[in-house]
C-alpha cells in the first residue's frame, strides 16, 4: 500500500483546514442559504476545521484502528451543536456532499499534482469516506438521543398532570383519575401517591374515578395495592365516583371491595374524611 498520497493529503489537509472549511461553508451556503442562518459561519468554519484536523492526522500517521472513535466524538458533538441552533436533522444532512465534494475536489488535485498510482486513489477512498460515514451516523444518533430525551421529558410532565394529588385540608387530598388507566400508569400513581401522601403527611386519600370508564385486572390490581401501601404508612384510602360500568367490570373480574372504602359520589367521600363542603 501506498504511504504517499496518504500522507501527501494528509500534510495538505494539515495546512490549508481552515481554507477547506471556510470553502465546504461558502459553497454549502450558496445554495443553502437559509439551511443554516441560525448558526455562525465561524462556528461551521471552526467545526469542520477541527474535523478535517482529525482526518488530517490520520492519514499522515496511516492509523486506521479505531479511527471512528475520533471522528464519531465530532460527530455527536456537531449534532448538540446544530440542536442547540434550532437546525433540523434533514436541513443539517444537507451539508454532507458539499464536505465530501470539497475534501474529494482537494484529493484529486494532489493526486494529480505528483503523479499517484490510480491503485493509491482507490486505498485513498477507502480510507475517506467510512470516516464521512461515520461522522454522519454519530451526527443522526445525536438527534436521536435529543428527540428521545425531550420525549421522555414530555412523558414525565405529562405523567406528573396525570397524577395530581389536590390537597384539601392539612391530612386531606384528592387524586382525581380521568381517562383510561393503563399498567405503566397505575403504576404512577402508586409510586406517586406513597411518596406525596407522605411527604404531606396526609390521613386520607380519596381516589376519584368518575372520569375512569374502562379498567382490567392488572390495574385493578395495582389499586388495590396502592390501597393496602397507604394503609401501611398509615393513610387511609377512600375510593368515590365509581361508576356502574366500571363496578360490574370489577366485580366481573372478581374484585371485592370488602376491606375498602367505597363512597358513590364526591360529595359523600369527602363527608366520610370529614371535609365540609359549605
Not at 479511527?67 to 451543536?81: A, M, Q
Not at 477512498?125 to 464521512?132: E, R, V, Y
Not at 404508612?233 to 360500568?245: H, N, W, Y
Request: glycine letters at 6%; proline letters at 3%.
Amino acid at each position: 500500500m501506498s504511504v504517499t498520497l496518504l500522507q501527501d493529503v494528509g500534510n495538505g489537509f494539515k495546512e490549508k483546514k481552515h481554507d477547506i472549511s471556510r470553502e465546504i461553508v461558502q459553497v454549502f451556503s450558496g445554495e443553502h442559504e437559509r439551511s443554516f442562518n441560525r448558526l455562525a459561519e465561524e462556528t461551521l468554519t471552526g467545526e469542520f476545521e477541527k474535523l478535517i484536523g482529525i482526518i488530517s492526522e490520520r492519514m499522515m500517521t496511516q492509523d486506521t484502528s479505531d479511527f471512528g472513535d475520533d471522528v464519531f466524538r465530532w460527530g455527536k458533538s456537531f449534532g448538540r451543536v446544530v440542536i442547540r441552533s434550532g437546525v433540523n436533522v434533514e436541513e443539517g444532512l444537507l451539508i454532507v456532499p458539499f464536505f465530501r465534494k470539497v475534501l474529494i475536489r482537494h484529493i484529486r488535485t494532489i493526486f494529480l499534482e505528483n503523479d499517484h498510482a490510480m491503485e493509491d486513489y482507490f486505498i485513498m477512498a477507502d480510507f475517506l469516506h467510512p470516516m464521512i460515514d461515520q461522522t454522519v451516523y454519530a451526527f443522526t444518533e445525536a438527534y436521536v438521543e435529543h428527540h428521545n430525551a425531550s420525549f421522555q421529558h414530555a412523558k414525565d410532565e405529562l405523567m406528573e398532570l396525570s397524577v395530581p394529588l389536590v390537597p384539601l385540608t392539612e391530612d386531606v387530598a384528592i387524586l382525581p383519575i380521568i381517562g383510561t388507566i393503563d399498567t405503566h400508569r397505575s403504576q404512577e400513581l402508586l409510586i406517586k401517591a406513597l411518596n406525596k401522601g407522605r411527604e404531606m403527611e396526609l390521613s386520607f386519600i380519596i381516589i376519584d374515578l368518575s372520569g375512569v370508564h374502562m379498567i382490567d385486572t392488572a390495574v385493578a390490581h395495582n389499586l388495590f395495592q396502592l390501597h393496602d401501601a397507604l394503609k401501611v404508612i398509615g393513610i387511609t384510602a377512600v375510593f368515590s365516583g365509581v361508576r356502574p360500568e366500571l363496578a360490574q367490570t370489577m366485580v366481573s373480574l372478581g374484585i371485592s371491595f370488602d376491606q375498602m372504602k367505597v363512597c358513590g359520589t364526591l360529595p359523600r367521600a369527602l363527608r366520610l374524611t370529614g371535609v365540609s363542603l359549605t
